[in-house]
């Protein structure tokens, strides 16, 4: 009893330490990914990164390379509307656009704005003194190998395009001088959709996005960072809520063919009242299933009289228990 209660404990003891590093191996691997930026994408300082309330940090915008950045910002202020009408006063300032608005609930509204990057500094500067900032968070992503890798295929195509042109003045037939101009529609068309990527690259790049959460004051809460425990808690009432919902399918599923399932009865049921009535009628006996019943019955027939052919064939196998076994190995009698 002892021994079994020790081992219980000890499988016990194994399972927690596993949890514990399957929860420090995933906080390791949180952590070195911040926000689902890769390292190539990352072109700020961890002092940029994360600002909490400070609002004196600025944003190292670079000219060399092209970065789409992405500012996260929490306000609180008094007057909501008054702040609201200087963000956009500030925003037409610098020239860029608001792209979406929304009122969540009381107190809590959300604006995303589009502004040059090269006014970037002076737009957050600018809203940043509307209210009290909370909470503040910028991402980057670098898309400059993508630019430089479609600029070098465009002009690849374009290098392509004027052999071709080359080749269509030297042709000398009909059928040559129209594959050529066929192949050099192809290749322009594959330049016109280059030169929109490299615009839209650059619009990115010249325009970052600015989204704001301004709250009224006193309704702004900090979220707080889940314990291991309450993770753990999540993830299994998560996975009851789960459950749930397959059986609530399945019942769904149930409710929906139930009424298909009521139209069959109710037709069989209607065909064996038609069917009794008739053989009253003509009176005969009344026998639904009689073609399956006499199936059934013969099919037992035939499998009886298998068996029976079967015994009767292992029984003539058998030996004669009066005849020996071996006649040959048989005694001979003594000569005299």
Known sequence: MKSKVFRILLVVLLLFA????????????GSSDIDGTSAPEMHLSMANKSLGADSTSRIIVTEDRLIVYTVD???????HTASAKKMREALTTVGGYESHSDEHSAGVYEYSFRVPTVKLNDFLSEIEGTGKVERKEVSTVDITDRYVNAQSEKEALEFKKATLEALLAEATTFAEKVDITERILDVSRQIDNYSKVLTDYKKEADY?????????????????????WEKLGE?????????GVVFGGILTVLVAVLPYFALIAAGFGLYVLVKFIVCRIRKVPFTLFKKLRDYRAKRKAE??????????????????????????????????
């Open 18 to 29: 596993m949890l514990s590093a399957f929860a420090a191996c995933s906080a390791k691997a």
């Open 73 to 79: 910002i929490a306000l609180t202020a008094e007057d």
């Open 235 to 243: 993830v299994f009432f998560g996975s009851g809520k789960s459950i």
């Open 208 to 228: 970052s996005t600015v989204n704001v959460t301004l709250y009224s004051e006193g309704d702004y809460e900090e979220e707080e960072k889940a314990s291991y």
């Open 303 to 336: 499998e009886a009289a298998a068996e029976q052919a079967l015994k009767a064939k292992a029984a003539k196998a058998l030996p004669n228990p009066e005849l020996p076994v071996n006649p040959s190995a048989e005694k001979e009698e003594p000569k005299e």
